[in-house]
């Protein structure tokens, strides 16, 4: 089976850069600061129109928890039909309960809703107080894949509970090991998990090329962007892997 990577892009600058490097797939998003929100719909518009290779935008109202308002349930709705209509090949979303279960009710709205289009369950899983159930009910509510870094903050911290998800997931649905992970560290991540697709910000801050600035503001401005080196080497890895 072949390997792939999926790379973050925060702007279009970095959809490109990412593109160009070698990655198979842009989880599209706006605020790094916040872990990442829906984008705009010129975001995904230009993104959609500029990139080839496929487009899921996350589908995420706010920061913070996974715990959403009827209000905010209805947001993450439009914002998938609008994705639909930019012709997106899938969706990044999750709600959970307050009981820390997922919330099959409302996250199989959505994934019809998606309908034709994929759907990730995002790092949400994360937050799940039992990762065994929360599997099965991801697999019920029909969803392609788990983006998850183990219930750690990283994905090799957490590798170990990843390769217990993918032996209990079976083939029924695809677990992507996701934050931390980088060129050092991808080869070993495949081996401990067993993984096959794998989730990357490869991400890098770069400064301002603003002329001027106002001192008196005292901040430093830069941008996020995407290493490209980084994900040259990470395609690199796993297109050996693969061979």
Same mark, same amino acid.
């Given at each position: 089976?072949?390997?792939?990577?999926?790379? !973050?892009?925060?702007? !279009?600058?970095?959809?490109?850069?990412?593109?160009?490097?070698?990655?198979?797939?842009?989880?599209?998003?706006?605020?790094?600061?916040?872990?990442?929100? /829906?984008?705009?719909?010129?975001? #995904? $518009? %230009?993104?959609?129109?500029?990139?080839?290779?496929?487009?899921?935008? #996350? +589908?995420?109202?706010?920061?913070?928890?996974?715990?959403?308002?009827?209000?905010?349930?209805?947001?993450?709705?439009?914002?998938?039909?609008?994705?639909?209509?930019?012709?997106?090949?899938?969706?990044?979303?999750? +709600?959970?309960?307050?009981?820390?279960?997922?919330? $099959?009710?409302?996250?199989?709205?959505?994934?019809?809703?998606?309908?034709?289009?994929?759907? /990730?369950?995002?790092?949400?899983?994360?937050?799940?107080?039992?990762?065994?159930?929360?599997?099965?009910?991801?697999?019920?509510?029909?969803?392609?894949?788990?983006?998850?870094?183990?219930?750690?903050?990283?994905? #090799?911290?957490?590798?170990?509970?990843?390769?217990?998800?993918?032996?209990?997931?079976?083939?029924? +649905? +695809?677990?992507?090991?996701?934050?931390?992970?980088?060129?050092?560290? !991808?080869?070993?991540?495949?081996?401990? /998990?067993?993984?096959?697709?794998?989730?990357?910000?490869?991400?890098?801050? #770069?400064?301002?090329?603003? $002329?001027?600035?106002?001192? %008196?503001?005292?901040?430093?401005?830069? !941008?996020?962007?995407?290493?490209?080196?980084?994900?040259?080497?990470? %395609?690199?890895?796993?297109?050996?892997?693969?061979?």
């Amino acid at each position: 089976m072949k390997y792939l990577l999926e790379v !973050i892009g925060f702007n !279009i600058e970095s959809c490109l850069l990412a593109q160009a490097a070698g990655a198979n797939r842009i989880e599209l998003c706006d605020n790094p600061g916040e872990g990442g929100t /829906t984008p705009s719909y010129g975001f #995904i $518009k %230009a993104a959609r129109e500029n990139l080839h290779i496929s487009l899921f935008p #996350i +589908i995420r109202p706010r920061g913070g928890d996974f715990l959403y308002t009827d209000a905010e349930f209805e947001v993450m709705k439009n914002d998938i039909k609008m994705c639909k209509q930019l012709g997106c090949d899938g969706v990044v979303t999750g +709600i959970l309960n307050k009981d820390g279960l997922v919330d $099959k009710k409302r996250c199989s709205q959505l994934v019809e809703l998606a309908y034709p289009l994929g759907v /990730t369950f995002h790092r949400a899983f994360d937050r799940v107080n039992n990762p065994a159930q929360a599997l099965e009910d991801v697999i019920d509510i029909g969803c392609e894949r788990i983006l998850t870094s183990g219930l750690q903050p990283n994905a #090799i911290d957490g590798a170990a509970q990843i390769a217990t998800l993918i032996k209990q997931a079976d083939e029924r +649905i +695809i677990i992507m090991p996701g934050s931390g992970v980088r060129a050092d560290n !991808i080869v070993e991540l495949a081996n401990k /998990t067993g993984a096959k697709e794998f989730h990357s910000s490869a991400r890098k801050n #770069i400064d301002s090329m603003m $002329k001027y600035t106002n001192t %008196a503001m005292n901040e430093k401005l830069q !941008i996020v962007s995407v290493d490209e080196d980084d994900i040259k080497k990470m %395609a690199g890895y796993l297109s050996k892997l693969t061979g």
